[in-house]
């Protein structure tokens, strides 16, 4: 009887063994795929999926995603020792990146872009800032609805709005920069004072956080992505958007491989060529600001009054406008 | 005859003692080595950077706040289901479901309950919606404590209640027989003997909530606490390791300190001689009002919980409110988040065998009498070393320890750090029983001529079966909820789903990160269920022999 029982257990063993092994094939059977970290938001991930999936290298391939801060910390932290074959992420961190590691690879492919970019990464989308708008939310509450990204500052919308902290996302950086390049510094961390005051805890991690909050109509006004809250208007939410009479600042996000030696996988350049060259026409459908010659944007999808921070945009202007926010906590 | 081979227990000690000098020694002592050292320099600058601001201070008070709220509000509402299982006349079968209802919340990971409470209690949440109005700010505060004591009350409700248990209620009658007051006698014969078995609740309800990273994730707001400055100095867009590490070694002092009082605690519990069988006083207002708060709090604890089943099955929450498949058929047709499952799965299959193995080799050697017992010692001091180290900082120091090396982003790391960090509560659970087996079977075993593993297989495993699969299961189910220490470890290539749920929290992906949780769910319970079931054959079986 005991033997039966030890017999038993064994093979209770053995079977959770083989089950194991079973799942140990099913999980490491992907150890050739290009691994590609990513701080791009869903609707950018899916349409990159949609294009290598398109054109043949579905299963090739693994995303991971990551918050700006997130990824930026690890690139700066682990540089060459990156896991990822390749990184897209926001253009000044990869110049940063670059000059600190020398970690990224020329590319082998001709770029051809309406500006002058390095030679090492290739930009994919332009994402824009705005102000989101829940019509119903503040409708209910009888608050005006605002112009400005100084208008925030408005003590009536006190617990009304969501802003993203430039700590987490660089979503945050083109209110900033709106609010800087319009009023200069020290009007600037006035008026964010305040804006910080009437976020209250919705100072958002992710740059989609605001327009998370606004959908769900935890709040009325959020400053976020401008393309997020044109898509919720066609699907016919709630939700509107305001061009800041400070302008619609922009930020691009790259493309890059990272240089691992003999061991780079030759693929990672494959994949990043056929994005831009085949992705390009469904991410604008998002991203509408053109970014390579021939492209055209829909005039009411891109805002009349987009602006250029006039200082070039780069990981130091970013620290020295991260102080800036938080001395204004 | 023996003598000139090696024996196996040395062989399990030995092994034991490598395994856990490289995963656990190792990695805290480099931990400690960072947070003092720069360029081989001994230097308090990076404790000193931290103090100087004042940031630190404060993330400590509020960790400490929260946490000691949290602890007695977890302690007292434990209180009230335990009173009803044991000192009511309330019928068996609602006892029974009351204690099983109220360790639901183990079965999900901690990051989970914050995105429930955000869905329950938010301005559009069910909870909200279902009382017509908004009546708590859950980003803060109060949404941490609300959190806390749903993931410590399991833990509260299991130490109260098994203290209960061990206290004889024939005081009782004496006491109100020489005439005490009900309140009288409530407090000598039920609160006096519980006193230290509360504050050990409120210890451990209080050191969980202090070290845990799942639920800031989702609801500090703008409440700094020291588990998110710890992530955000790992990393965060700024890492800086030594910092980090100097963070971590704050972060385990009041974790060692706690560990010490509840040993000394443990010490002061009252013990009786023997415990009666007692009829207990007929008094419905009694049973009934316990019955009925008991009810209530597993309700709304439930209700927290109610929102992963609803959120993912409607269209657009909260617009659109129909019925809706989409979510899930997406998600369960969408390839990397079902790899995520397979490997959370892969980690817990491989935690429990090789966790269980572990516990159960040292625990032999520790519990059964042999001229090898001395041997034991060295498994006692890791499990209460394990038990003082928060899987934050376990985490960190792996990060650390093994970063460049072969071991890191595999799933070996993933494994080991889960067995390391969970090794103590089975080990314990392990000893308790073998040491309750008939001590002299290995000498008559000898006697007979079979040799310790023969023993070990043939007589001690039969015996030890159904605490082996409680062990098996308590390494599983901990391995798909965890979070704290995983998050440091996990990769593209190891992802697995409780730090994927972190990553999808960056998006909002509500949908995904409950339909994750339901799998987790209903992965544990298939699990406690198997072992329920195995332990019910087992009996069964013993009856018939």
Redesign the interface.
């Known amino acids: 009887m005991k033997i039966k029982k030890t017999l038993s257990a064994i093979l209770c063993a053995v079977m959770v063994l083989t089950a194991c092994a079973v799942l140990w094939g099913c999980t490491s059977n992907g150890n050739e795929q290009v691994i590609i970290y990513s701080n791009a938001d869903d609707e950018a991930v899916e349409s990159m999926k949609k294009t290598l999936d398109a054109n043949g290298y579905e299963g090739k391939y693994v995303f991971q995603s990551f918050g700006t801060s997130e990824l930026g910390g690890k690139m700066l932290a682990e540089g060459k020792d990156i896991e990822a074959d390749i990184i897209t992420m926001s253009s000044y961190y990869i110049e940063s990146a670059q000059a600190e590691y020398q970690m990224f690879e020329e590319l082998t492919f001709d770029v051809n872009t309406n500006e002058e970019y390095p030679s090492y990464y290739a930009p994919f989308l332009a994402n824009q800032g705005a102000i989101l708008v829940n019509t119903d939310v503040l409708s209910a509450n009888g608050l005006a609805m605002p112009t400005s990204v100084k208008d925030l500052a408005n003590p009536e919308y006190e617990g009304y709005i969501s802003v993203v902290d430039i700590q987490g996302s660089s979503t945050a950086w083109l209110m900033i920069q709106s609010l800087i390049s319009e009023y200069g510094e020290d009007e600037t961390k006035e008026i964010l004072t305040d804006i910080y005051k009437n976020a209250g805890a919705h100072i958002e991690q992710s740059g989609s956080g605001p327009i998370k909050k606004v959908r769900a109509g935890e709040v009325a006004i959020g400053f976020g992505l401008r393309h997020q809250a044109v898509a919720d208007k066609a699907d016919g939410l709630p939700v509107d958007f305001v061009d800041p009479t400070e302008g619609n600042f922009t930020l691009t996000e790259s493309l890059a491989v990272v240089d691992k030696g003999d061991n780079t996988n030759s693929l990672a350049m494959e994949m990043v060529k056929c994005i831009i060259e085949n992705g390009r026409t469904d991410l604008m459908e998002y991203y509408p600001v053109p970014l390579y010659k021939g492209e055209i944007a829909d005039s009411d999808a891109i805002s009349a009054n987009s602006k250029v921070f006039p200082e070039a945009l780069t990981v130091e202007l970013l620290e020295k406008h991260r102080s800036l926010s938080e001395s204004c906590k | 005859m023996i003598k000139h081979k090696v024996s196996p227990q040395k062989i399990i000690i030995v092994f034991t003692g490598i395994l856990f000098g490289i995963f656990l020694l190792l990695p805290m002592v480099t931990i400690l080595f960072k947070s003092f050292c720069e360029d081989g320099n001994v230097t308090f600058k990076f404790y000193a950077n931290l103090f100087s601001d004042g940031s630190i201070v404060k993330a400590f008070g509020n960790s400490v706040l929260v946490s000691s709220v949290s602890g007695v509000i977890t302690t007292v509402l434990a209180f009230i289901p335990a009173y009803a299982i044991n000192y009511t006349n309330i019928n068996r079968k609602i006892k029974k479901i009351i204690s099983t209802l109220i360790m639901f919340p183990m079965l999900l990971p901690t990051i989970t309950y914050g995105f429930a409470i955000i869905y329950s209690f938010?301005?559009?949440g069910l909870i909200t919606k279902f009382l017509g109005g908004h009546f708590v700010?859950i980003?803060?505060m109060a949404g941490l404590i609300i959190g806390y004591v749903i993931y410590t009350l399991p833990v509260s409700f299991m130490l109260i209640n098994n203290t209960m248990g061990y206290i004889d209620k024939k005081f009782m009658i004496v006491s109100r027989m020489m005439g005490d007051s009900r309140l009288k006698c409530f407090l000598a014969t039920v609160i006096t003997p519980l006193i230290s078995t509360l504050a050990v609740s409120f210890i451990q309800s209080f050191t969980l909530s202090f070290t845990d990273y799942g639920i800031p994730a989702a609801l500090a707001?703008?409440i700094e606490l020291l588990s998110t400055r710890l992530y955000?100095e790992m990393?965060?867009?700024?890492?800086d390791?030594n910092t980090g590490s100097a963070v971590s070694i704050i972060m385990l002092l009041p974790s060692i300190l706690s560990i010490i009082l509840i040993s000394v605690l443990n010490k002061y519990n009252i013990r009786y001689s023997k415990i009666s069988v007692v009829e207990l006083s007929g008094n419905r207002a009694r049973d009934i009002i316990f019955g009925l708060i008991s009810a209530v709090i597993i309700l709304c604890v439930l209700s927290v919980f109610a929102v992963i089943f609803i959120v993912p099955f409607v269209e657009?929450?909260?617009?659109r409110m129909n019925f809706s498949l989409e979510h899930i058929t997406e998600i369960f047709s969408d390839?990397?988040l079902m790899?995520v499952c397979?490997?959370s799965?892969?980690v817990a299959?491989?935690t429990s065998?090789f966790g269980t193995l572990i516990v159960y080799g040292t625990a032999l050697v520790s519990a059964r009498r042999s001229e090898h017992r001395r041997y034991g010692k060295l498994p006692d001091i890791i499990s209460l070393i394990t038990n003082t180290i928060p899987g934050m900082v376990l985490g960190v120091a792996y990060l650390l320890c093994f970063k460049?090396t072969f071991m890191h982003?595999t799933?070996a790391i993933l494994v080991i750090c889960n067995i390391v960090h969970y090794f103590s509560s089975p080990y314990l659970m392990m000893k308790s029983s073998l040491e309750k087996l008939n001590a002299g079977w290995e000498t008559t075993a000898r006697l007979m001529g079979d040799s310790w593993i023969k023993t070990v297989?043939?007589?001690i495993?039969?015996n030890a079966?159904s605490t082996?699969f409680e062990v098996f299961s308590y390494f599983f189910v901990n391995a798909m909820v965890t979070v704290s220490a995983v998050i440091f470890l996990a990769?593209?290539?190891t992802?697995i789903v409780t730090a994927k749920i972190k990553?999808l929290q960056?998006?909002?992906?509500f949908n995904e990160i409950f339909v994750l949780s339901i799998l987790i769910l209903i992965t544990n319970l298939a699990v406690k269920g198997l072992v329920r079931l195995f332990a019910v054959i087992q009996k069964k079986k013993g009856k018939s022999?």
């Open positions: 938010g301005n559009q700010d980003y803060g707001g703008n955000n990393l965060g867009s700024l890492p390791f657009q929450w909260p617009y390839d990397s790899s397979r490997n799965l892969f299959l491989l065998v460049g982003n799933f297989l043939r007589i495993t039969p079966v082996l990769s593209t290539r992802m990553e960056h998006f909002a992906n022999i």
